[in-house]
């Protein structure tokens, strides 16, 4: 999941979240949603969102509002480029800080299974690998958190229909008013990720991986991030 202005799963979290699932992907602020914002701007973050539940409301209490989304999600290593399909529960939080401004943090928690591809760290510093092989499972785990500057936000409100309302862009412009601006999407110190990736120890297709464990994490967006990489999940 890289983020290209803002950047999982997450996203390599990339355009101003580019691509959602860090696809933070101009400033790249996460690679991983780089890829995300574009896809989710232009149509996770992640390629391909596939949403089972739209979204609970069930948890609320004053000032406090979650919404949980479950969705099949394509992720992207830190160059930007495809390397497993996620199944996740992405979970929104808000805490309204009784200023105008909202805390807002997404979780994600799920599994993932490669594709035949480059793999996701081989970028990053220190070791890794260049390529997975396809089959290789295992479980990750994550987090996005910044502020929404808004005049109000609305936790009743209803995702259309057609929106994807699990993506950064789509679930700020669902639950807040218009015109509301994210940390995330702007040269900020005030934004904060952290995605790990850990393959299973045992199966025949786990035998081959050189590196089980990969992580993409960072502070800031645009101009100010500051994102790192760190081991891989990859099979030569």
Not at 56 to 85: L, V
Request: aromatic content about 12%; some cysteine; charged content about 20%.
């Amino acid at each position: 999941m890289v983020f290209t202005f803002l950047c999982r799963k997450i996203g390599g979290m990339y355009g101003v979240f580019a691509y959602e699932h860090v696809q933070y992907r101009e400033g790249k602020l996460m690679k991983r949603f780089t890829i995300f914002v574009a896809i989710a701007a232009g149509a996770l973050s992640l390629a391909a969102v596939s949403l089972a539940d739209p979204g609970d409301h069930g948890k609320q209490k004053q000032g406090h509002a979650k919404f949980t989304f479950s969705m099949t999600t394509t992720d992207n290593g830190c160059n930007g480029n495809p390397w497993a399909t996620d199944t996740e529960t992405r979970t929104y939080s808000v805490k309204d800080n009784g200023d105008g401004t909202f805390r807002v943090r997404r979780s994600e928690k799920g599994t993932f299974t490669t594709l035949a591809a480059q793999s996701p760290g081989d970028c990053g510093t220190g070791k890794h690998g260049t390529a997975v092989v396809a089959g290789i499972q295992g479980k990750f785990q994550g987090y996005l958190v910044g502020t929404v500057t808004a005049t109000s936000f609305n936790p009743n409100a209803t995702c259309a229909a057609g929106a994807d309302c699990s993506s950064r862009a789509g679930f700020i412009a669902t639950y807040f008013a218009a015109g509301a601006t994210y940390s995330c999407d702007q040269n900020s110190t005030d934004c904060k990720f952290n995605f790990n990736y850990t393959a299973k120890a045992k199966g025949d297709a786990q035998k081959k991986l050189l590196y089980r464990h990969w992580q993409d994490k960072g502070k800031g967006a645009g101009t100010l991030l500051k994102e790192t990489f760190h081991g891989d999940i990859a099979t030569s």
